[in-house]
């Protein structure tokens, strides 16, 4: 079982950046596809990025798509989202998830605590 902590957030202005780290312990991180979600209070967890096994082959939803980058270090058990052009809507607590190679559903059990990241107006 893959443990994982997410680091980085923080309160930013509109427009601007922020990156968030998720580091993992204790299985072989290269195992498994790594993703970020959000959570915005009062709303559905989402997805927001993935990343293969490799990290040569990102992906992202429609809502962040040309403004964050996810990329891994598999000899760190490092896995980051870098944002950029950050909006109000983009507030919510950001969690990594180890995911399922195969079909890249998320392990239930490999949700880190969370980072808050808040976007200010």
């Known amino acids: 079982q893959v443990h994982l902590v997410e680091s980085g957030g923080g309160l930013v202005q509109v427009g601007g950046s922020l990156k968030l780290s998720c580091v993992a312990s204790g299985g072989a991180f290269s195992n498994y596809a790594m993703g970020w979600f959000r959570q915005a209070p009062g709303k559905e967890k989402e997805y927001v990025a993935a990343?293969?096994?490799?990290?040569?082959?990102?992906f992202y939803s429609n809502s962040v798509k040309g403004r964050f980058a996810i990329t891994r270090f598999n000899d760190k058990n490092t896995v980051t989202l870098q944002m950029a052009a950050l909006k109000p809507e983009d507030t919510a607590i950001y969690y990594c998830?180890?995911?399922?190679?195969?079909?890249?559903?998320?392990?239930?059990?490999?949700w880190g605590p969370g980072t808050q990241v808040t976007v200010s107006a």
């Open positions: 990343i293969n096994l490799r990290g040569d082959t990102p």
């Open positions: 998830a180890a995911l399922d190679p195969k079909d890249y559903s998320p392990f239930d059990d490999s």
